[in-house]
């Protein structure tokens, strides 16, 4: 039978979590966001807020005209409609549309007048290396993690370029169509001066792709190395992505030190008219990860899994391998109710040795919502943990709540990426 602190003592305690959760900078290890010297493709404003993926597939489902119709139209007119449809012809009451509402209001504009073209303007005067640093404060983000991907035609000559490094930014090496899609990815790296051939047969091929994997290590000083997985993916397997990750990926992260991070469960384009908003999500079979783990006790993984039902095993397999550390509540798992049953389980089954959450952020502002929205469910899980700990008498003091605190916002994940 739990009781709860006597109230007189809970709410002191109670803002003592709240308070620290509050002003504990956070490690955002996985996002799509990018240092400003890449310009254009660092999203930020109301207008890449609203043409947020997740709000194209909320905004479809009200929309009877062909798809296509919706892709014609202009930017501005599909925030228009976005706007109009989830915003204003009904509440903005999802997650995804909640967020934005959040941002705006911790921005310091005013909602209720549901005045998006006052809105855009106030957005209009803003400079992008100041609304960096605006948002990151408000967030309480202090390094956010890129998604950097040497296939993006946008991203790579920018990379080539070389540029000044923003080092509240770092860098993540993102490898999908190395390993998932070899037949289309060896002519490009053939093409980039690598030689390798089709068939994943030669020590040559696979000696060329650990130099690849070396040159965009170090062109972009990895923290790790990541891979999205298919939700049918296995391991080990007799095919391309098993040789790949045995014969280049896997030695070439050993070598480095770096973690591999695998984040299973995805159903790529099960709606391919809605886009980048098309993906869907199916239960993995998790004993890949489980046989990684085993068979490379060398090697250091990080997970985040898409599929709820897939979390428990999830927790139960960290609690089995000490190379491997999972993070966040991945996409359509970060919604309140399934952040807060995800975090309580693993805080109940993992202690302090997982890394929280990550924001998944696509547009700079979306920092403020993403992180105001988790800290809240992070706060009431922590002061039921810390209470039910002062029920036995063992009261934890402020230094520890902060030390507990720093290591599930990022300082757990630094730890075990520590090469040293
Ligand atoms: O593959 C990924 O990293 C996913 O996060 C996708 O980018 C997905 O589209 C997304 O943005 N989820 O939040
Ligand atoms: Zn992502």
Redesign the pocket.
């Known amino acids: 039978m739990k009781t709860i602190l006597a109230e007189t003592s809970r709410v002191p305690f109670a803002r003592q979590i709240e308070e620290v959760v509050n002003r504990t900078p956070i490690v955002d290890i996985?996002?799509?966001l990018y240092d400003p010297a890449f310009k254009s493709l660092l999203l930020w404003g109301i207008d890449d807020l609203l043409v947020y993926h997740y709000l194209v597939a909320e905004v479809f489902r009200y929309l009877k005209e062909p798809y296509e119709t919706f892709w014609a139209l202009p930017k501005q007119a599909q925030v228009d409609l976005i706007w109009d449809q989830l915003f204003i012809q009904h509440s903005p009451i999802s997650e995804a549309c909640r967020g934005v509402i959040t941002t705006l209001h911790a921005l310091g504009l005013d909602v209720k007048k549901r005045d998006l073209p006052a809105i855009r303007t106030w957005f209009a005067g803003q400079k992008p290396e100041a609304h960096v640093t605006r948002c990151m404060e408000l967030a309480g983000v202090k390094k956010i993690f890129m998604?950097n991907s040497p296939f993006d035609d946008a991203e790579r000559p920018v990379w080539e370029k070389r540029f000044q490094r923003d080092q509240r930014f770092a860098a993540a090496l993102r490898i999908d169509p190395l390993v998932l899609s070899w037949r289309e990815t060896a002519p490009r790296l053939a093409r980039w001066g690598y030689q390798v051939e089709k068939q994943l047969s030669s020590r040559k091929t696979f000696e060329e792709v650990k130099r690849f994997l070396r040159d965009w290590t170090k062109r972009i000083g990895a923290h790790y190395v990541m891979i999205?997985l298919p939700s049918d993916f296995q391991f080990p397997a007799k095919n391309h992505a098993a040789k790949l990750l045995e014969g280049a990926v896997l030695p070439h992260c050993r070598a480095e030190g770096l973690p591999l991070a695998l984040?299973p469960g995805v159903r790529r384009a099960v709606n391919p008219q809605i886009r980048l908003a098309g993906d869907g999500v199916g239960l993995s079979n998790l004993s890949a990860l489980q046989n990684l783990c085993a068979a490379f006790p060398d090697n250091k993984f990080m997970a985040t899994v898409l599929a709820r039902e897939n979390q428990h095993e999830l927790c139960v397999l960290t609690r089995k391998f000490r190379n491997l550390h999972i993070f966040g509540c991945?996409?359509f798992l970060n919604v309140p109710h399934l952040v807060e049953e995800i975090t309580r389980m693993r805080i109940e089954m993992l202690g302090l040795s997982f890394t929280a959450q990550h924001s998944?952020a696509r547009v700079l502002d979306q920092l403020i919502y993403k992180w105001q929205h988790f800290r809240k469910v992070a706060t009431e899980v922590l002061i039921e943990k810390y209470s039910d700990l002062a029920q036995t008498g063992w009261h934890s003091s402020q230094e520890e709540i902060e030390r507990d605190v720093g290591d599930l916002f990022g300082g757990a994940f630094e730890r075990f990426c520590d090469r040293g």
């Open positions: 996985h996002t799509h998604t999205s984040m991945w996409w998944d």
